[in-house]
């Protein structure tokens, strides 16, 4: 009987699970310190690894952080719900709007990330990255476009509508702290309360809109 060779499978989940571990630690370094603060020791101590393990991994920290924004682009892609031309404008919000809610509360450290590299005039990201934003904001405006044109919704600028609901969504990432302090809850905000913010920002949106709540 032949004998199966399960080491390349061990070597290759072993792989898989440190990269991960480096890239939360890494999530953590970069959302506290920033892209100049941050250093590889440091992310090699919260992941619990010696720094030549990170660096057999990943070549320097610039490698670590591109691949932390794809990872957080990756996030908002495959979480949030696209727009299609043929969808009703009133749902599609809703739903984009709820889901940009939710993956800020499940994952604000990737918004903080983002939000602290635009802050810094966004000069870590690499030119694919602006491409392919570019791009989706572009085949956003064309379907708000289509839907205008329609009669479907209320004649609105499409890129500023975007720009507004991102800048309400991910407000509940960015400043959470701010929102727990004036709020006066403890350390972090109750799911309810994402749920009421998703319920004012779809009320405001779609009304803006001329669209039924």
């Given at each position: 009987?032949?004998?199966?060779?399960?080491?390349?499978?061990k070597?290759?989940?072993?792989?898989t699970?440190r990269?991960?571990?480096?890239l939360?630690?890494?999530?953590?370094?970069?959302?506290?310190?920033?892209?100049?603060?941050?250093?590889?020791?440091?992310?090699?101590?919260?992941?619990?690894?010696?720094?030549?393990?990170?660096?057999?991994?990943?070549?320097?920290?610039?490698?670590?952080?591109?691949e932390?924004?794809?990872?957080?682009l990756?996030?908002?892609?495959?979480?949030?719900?696209?727009?299609?031309?043929?969808?009703d404008?009133?749902?599609?919000?809703?739903?984009?709007?709820?889901?940009?809610?939710?993956?800020?509360?499940?994952?604000?450290?990737?918004?903080?990330?983002?939000?602290?590299?635009?802050?810094?005039?966004?000069?870590?990201?690499?030119?694919?990255?602006?491409?392919?934003?570019?791009?989706?904001?572009?085949?956003?405006v064309?379907?708000?476009?289509?839907?205008?044109?329609?009669?479907?919704?209320?004649?609105?600028d499409?890129?500023?509508?975007?720009?507004?609901?991102?800048?309400?969504?991910?407000?509940?990432?960015?400043?959470?702290?701010?929102?727990?302090?004036?709020?006066?809850?403890?350390?972090?905000?109750?799911?309810?309360?994402?749920?009421?913010?998703?319920?004012?920002?779809?009320?405001v949106?779609l009304?803006?809109?001329?669209?039924?709540v």
């Open positions: 009987m032949a004998v199966v060779k399960r080491m390349p499978q070597a290759g989940r072993i792989r699970e990269v991960k571990l480096i939360k630690a890494a999530e953590q370094e970069f959302a506290l310190h920033g892209y100049r603060g941050a250093t590889v020791q440091r992310i090699a101590d919260l992941a619990n690894l010696p720094k030549p393990n990170v660096l057999y991994y990943f070549s320097n920290k610039q490698e670590i952080y591109d932390v924004l794809n990872n957080i990756d996030l908002w892609n495959n979480k949030v719900n696209e727009f299609h031309p043929e969808d404008p009133a749902e599609s919000l809703e739903r984009y709007i709820r889901s940009k809610v939710e993956v800020s509360r499940k994952y604000p450290i990737a918004s903080r990330i983002f939000a602290s590299e635009i802050i810094h005039g966004g000069q870590q990201l690499s030119p694919s990255v602006k491409t392919s934003t570019q791009q989706w904001i572009q085949n956003k064309e379907i708000f476009q289509h839907w205008m044109d329609e009669g479907k919704m209320a004649r609105i499409p890129a500023h509508l975007i720009f507004m609901i991102w800048g309400s969504t991910q407000h509940y990432a960015d400043y959470e702290k701010q929102i727990c302090w004036v709020m006066m809850k403890k350390k972090k905000l109750p799911a309810a309360e994402y749920e009421k913010a998703a319920d004012t920002i779809c009320d949106v009304r803006g809109c001329g669209l039924k």
